[in-house]
């Protein structure tokens, strides 16, 4: 079951940036509800990000993906490492049942 949450990110010159995340525990029911804006969220009304929170965006940005990379790499060798031990456990049952 999947979904996504709000998460509120507010930067030291109080500019709120809200941000979707994905969310295990919830079931995904609309995604073109999850993903509309709600009524109180006016774009028009925003401050624009100064620079400060463009680096703070990106930073965090630069994080995430090198997070996903590394979580990645690790599932990577855990499926490879998985592969091996089944092959060679095959191997060796196919072995014993041509002895027989």
Request: with cysteine; charged share 30%; hydrophobic share 35%.
């Amino acid at each position: 079951m999947g979904g996504f949450m709000n998460t509120r990110i507010k930067f030291r010159n109080n500019n709120i940036i809200l941000k979707k995340s994905l969310s295990i525990s919830k079931p995904m029911l609309c995604l073109k509800k999850t993903f509309a804006r709600s009524d109180h969220d006016d774009s028009m009304n925003e401050k624009m990000p100064t620079t400060y929170d463009i680096k703070i965006a990106v930073a965090a940005y630069s994080i995430q993906r090198r997070v996903l990379e590394t979580l990645h790499r690790t599932l990577l060798a855990e499926l490879r490492q998985a592969h091996d031990t089944e092959l060679e456990t095959f191997q060796h049952d196919l072995k014993d049942d041509l002895r027989l």
